[in-house]
């Protein structure tokens, strides 16, 4: 509870400081549905050619397309321009003040920062993947929501350990910016099934930079491509993250000297 | 003119040293500039096999051919120079270079050639790579491989011209993202990088052709593989240098404008 009632206070934050530029608004969904007609167009190529790709139709593509953008939106809301902003504060010294707070510290990192357009491609991701169900029909029965949704919160804490892992790189290294451009360049392939990739490439996308496990397990999920057994593995790497960041962060945190702020 | 080679011997020499020292982000542009093209050879792979081995005229190798030296063709074409004049003209920095006697276009050419020789060992490298793993089939056409010589290089006078100017924009927006956002939504489709242009509908290859985008990446690509007849190749070349010179007036003109609306305090 103390997390939403943290988060939505860091949310108004982010409203009030993007208020005053509400062309923003205009330009940024704009940009969205450019982008989402970008990503659709190029199915419609593809499809042009094939009625499957691999194993998958076309509506579970898009499918996977709005799985994309919802979980690309949410990264993009709250967990890279928190990260960023922390890898900052640690170079400049300012991360002194959130560790004086009396709330947890991590806590405080990962959600310091709310880009409040991105909800603009959330919305569009979920609107693009009801469309997407509903032209599924009646495939997609209650085990696949529910396992859909796991899948979801799982992936989410995934891809949340990495990052946070890769930032907490920031307390021994200066520059660790570059590494996370490196996730948001390899997100893009997250937009096909990583079925389709060859091997060496699918275990990169799916163990080295967790793309897999945001995007097309949780489509997998929707689609009723899992087995039990994946799905009791992604919650348990979930779990796993979760732990080894945490205990990553607090050897982190001890190594931590501030350079006085 | 041998001023002007001076200017361009030393500018290789200055960013050449500023390169080496950002190893890391070279590699980092690296991987996004080789998973864009291996994406899409995949995806054309996996629909190849599954019809068969051959779509819309190109077999499962010709594809990973295709996308190949469209990676290369695109490294040696590519320009960064919308970011950069984003940060100039905000920033003002852009009021130094105004100071010089040489036109900045010639200092960006410079930065540009020479960051591309670093990185050209690592992508020479990755389409090595790429060509183990995938296998592609070229059909080696000697006189078009010369042919190509001269296309390779009004492609990239051509690419720059145009994204030289595109850049500019920033003298009179702030909000050039959204702008480049809809110039390379229009090259992804129309300069060959989703699929060979010859798989869209043929409304939009009439596009690609009408406008500068196919001579700029998509035409040295098809030509470097063989696939185009002389005559086509004598008509891509004589268009490429149509809008090179269409090119050049334009960055003339917009040049003239843009400086005209800019004002800089301080420094």
Known sequence: ?261 | MSALLDLYVQHFKTSLAAMLQYRASLVIWLIGHVLEPLIYLVVWSVVSNTRGGRVGGYTTGEFAAYFIVLMLVNHITYTWIMYEYEYRIRHGSLSFDLLRPVHPIHSDIADNVSSKLISLPGMLLAAVLLALLFRPTFHVVLWAVVAAIPALFLAFLLRFLVEWTLALAAFWTTRVSAINQMYFVALLFLSGQVAPLSLLPSPIQAVATALPFRWMVSFPVELLLGRLTPAKAMAGLAAQAVWVVLGLGLVKIVWRAGVRAYSAVGG
């Open chain 1, 1 to 261: 509870m103390k997390i939403l009632r943290l988060l939505w206070v860091f949310f108004r934050i982010g409203v009030m400081g993007e208020l005053a530029y509400r062309l923003n608004f205009v330009v940024q969904l704009f940009q969205s549905l450019l982008e989402l007609a970008t990503a659709l167009a190029g199915l419609a190529v593809i499809f042009a050619y094939t009625d499957k790709l691999g194993s998958w139709r076309p509506d579970e593509v898009v499918a996977l397309v709005g799985v994309y953008f919802l979980v690309g939106g949410v990264i993009g809301l709250v967990i890279q321009p928190s990260m960023e902003r922390f890898i900052d504060s640690v170079r400049q010294g300012t991360l002194d003040y959130t560790l004086t707070k009396p709330e947890d510290a991590q806590l405080l990192v990962s959600i310091q920062g709310v880009e409040i357009w991105k909800l603009i491609d959330i919305a569009l991701g979920f609107g693009v993947l009801v469309v997407a169900l509903g032209r599924l029909g009646e495939r997609v029965g209650a085990w696949q929501a529910a396992a859909f949704a796991g899948m979801l919160l799982a992936g989410g804490a995934i891809v949340y350990s990495f990052w946070l892992i890769l930032a907490t790189c920031s307390f021994w290294f200066v520059r660790v910016e570059n590494i996370l451009i490196i996730f948001q360049s390899m997100y893009e392939a997250g937009r096909w099934p990583v079925s389709l990739y060859p091997g060496w490439l699918r275990f990169g996308l799916t163990f080295l930079v967790p793309v897999a496990f945001a995007t097309t397990v949780p489509a997998e999920a929707l689609t009723g491509r899992l087995n039990p057994q994946v799905v009791l593995g992604t919650v348990g790497l979930a779990a796993v993250m979760l732990v080894v960041s945490r205990l990553f962060w607090r050897a982190g945190i001890r190594h931590y000297s501030g350079a006085s702020a």
